[in-house]
């Protein structure tokens, strides 16, 4: 599976973001997906995972009721709505895949490259 993030831009504290990472293959719905972060300085965090019928979704404590992941397998598309965007939430954001649950979290099978989100105060 090959993923293509985007969304990324300049927002001020408060605002809200929408991600998007499209997928090809045709067994994406079969597949884990999730979203991490890094930001300058520091190491790759876990941000958000959702299973491939969407049933199960898993956040960090640090975007727990900000931030909404969900996809689309009719587009081969997950999403990352990101609402009252704080400073610290600036980092580069990168999709990642997973045949299972799991590893999701921990050891993605595939990286999408990466979109830039800076949230100014």
């Known amino acids: 599976v090959q993923l293509q993030a985007s969304g990324g831009g300049l927002v001020q504290a408060g605002g809200s973001l929408r991600l998007s990472c499209a997928a090809s293959?045709?067994?994406?719905?079969?597949?884990?997906m999730g979203w991490f972060r890094q930001a300058p300085g520091k190491e790759r965090e876990f941000v958000a995972a959702?299973?491939?019928?969407?049933?199960?979704?898993y956040y960090s404590d640090s975007v727990k009721g900000r931030f909404t992941i969900s996809r689309d397998n009719a587009k081969n598309t997950v999403y990352l709505q990101m609402n009252s965007l704080k400073p610290e939430d600036t980092a580069v954001y990168y999709c990642?895949?997973?045949?299972?649950?799991?590893?999701?979290?921990?050891?993605?099978?595939?990286w999408g490259q990466g979109t830039l989100v800076t949230v100014s105060s």
């Open positions: 293959g045709r067994t994406f719905g079969t597949y884990a």
């Open positions: 990642a895949t997973s045949s299972s649950w799991f590893g999701i979290r921990r050891n993605p099978d595939g």
């Open positions: 959702i299973t491939g019928n969407s049933i199960t979704t």
